[in-house]
């Protein structure tokens, strides 16, 4: 969608978009413009002590506004060029228009020639991340049936991004630390749009690859290019992270001999048939199995190593909802030997490229549904 122009009302209050050669009317969006010093105030002029969070994009502060309510004010890092105030406000713009109950809802933004701002609604219960590792000791851990919830859940809110808005956003670094919680623990995809707007200095595709590591797809390492499709494959190392818990990438898992990367940890356990050892501790055995090989079997379909290969995320939401796995499954078990075998005779230089099905044997997880 191109915005063809900006009418303001109150600078301080809102700003609102019109879509050229629309009917500008079912397409208005309102966002608050909160002033520098409102937000001083709640945070208390970004106090150390009310930093949440910290990530490539920034920090995040707990804030409560005039009106009591809490809200997560994200500071962004400073990558200012000229003329980038108006790229800035249209994907701002871009952002508030994406909304749906499992993403995060821009509530406003603040902009000086210091500073860029942006206000969410605060999470209560913090990201998957932290209530996977960081979790206080008196805090229960994510029980299967909510782990179930927010793998559903976060896939709906990828789908609509990918799907449901013009242009589509791609989020670029799907990970357990950007699906957030909300009172009811239902996921929220929180960061998306973020790194577009990083880069409004840039074209549409950087050479500099933006991603956590362990989440990043191997095409996206090699070419700089971002898709829907790399974004697949950060939500299937996202759903390794929820079963077993552990971080996608962990020198710690070399005292044991073990992959630092996840999904090659993963993959060994799955060669040597130790399903068992893969599912977070913090569980103490109260899973259903077959919905354990189910989620793993969406995770290995979505991380394969060739983009076309990984279903899209409106295909996962169905599979995560019963419909079509079974075949797909059965479907990358036939295509499995060949693509190894073409892979080595056209790519033999590429061993280094990780490929989420070499290790897997064709019977792996294939039991009945």
Not at 318 to 324: A, H, K, N, P, V
């Amino acid at each position: 969608m191109v915005l063809a122009y900006w009418r303001k009302r109150k600078p301080q209050d809102h700003f609102i978009d019109v879509p050229a050669e629309e009917d500008p009317e079912p397409h208005l969006r309102q966002l608050k413009r909160f002033s520098l010093s409102e937000l001083q105030v709640a945070t208390d002029n970004f106090s150390h002590k009310n930093i949440s969070g910290r990530g490539r994009f920034g920090k995040v502060y707990k804030g409560r506004l005039t009106d009591g309510s809490i809200v997560a004010v994200k500071r962004l890092k400073e990558e200012r060029t000229q003329g980038g105030e108006l790229q800035f406000q249209t994907e701002v713009v871009m952002i508030s228009m994406a909304v749906h109950r499992n993403l995060l809802r821009l509530r406003g933004f603040c902009m000086t020639p210091t500073e860029r701002l942006l206000v969410y609604p605060f999470m209560a219960n913090g990201s998957v991340a932290s209530c996977l590792r960081e979790r206080s000791e008196s805090q229960s851990p994510l029980d299967w049936s909510i782990r179930q919830q927010i793998a559903l859940g976060s896939a709906r809110g990828l789908a609509y991004l990918h799907d449901h808005c013009d242009p589509k956003i791609i989020h670029r670094d799907v990970k357990a630390a950007n699906i957030l919680l909300d009172e009811d623990f239902e996921a929220v995809v929180g960061d998306f749009g973020l790194a577009k707007l990083m880069d409004y200095k840039d074209t549409h595709v950087t050479t500099a690859v933006r991603g956590t590591i362990g989440h990043i797809a191997p095409e996206y390492l090699s070419t700089g290019k971002s898709s829907e499709k790399t974004d697949v494959f950060g939500y299937g190392v996202m759903l390794l992270e929820l079963i077993t818990g552990q971080r996608a990438f962990d020198l710690a898992r070399l005292a044991n001999d073990d992959d630092v990367m996840l999904l090659d940890w993963v993959k060994g356990l799955l060669k040597d048939k130790k399903l068992e050892m893969l599912v977070d501790a913090d569980l103490n055995g109260t899973y259903i199995d077959d919905e354990v090989e189910q989620l793993i079997q969406v995770a290995l379909l979505c991380t394969q190593s060739t983009p076309m290969e990984r279903p899209k995320m409106s295909e996962v939401v169905r599979m995560l909802e019963g419909d079509g796995l079974a075949e797909r499954w059965e479907e990358w078990q036939k295509e499995e030997v060949f693509q190894q075998e073409f892979n080595h005779m056209h790519h033999p230089n590429t061993h280094w490229i990780v490929d989420s099905t070499s290790h897997v044997p064709p019977d792996e997880l294939s039991g009945p549904r």
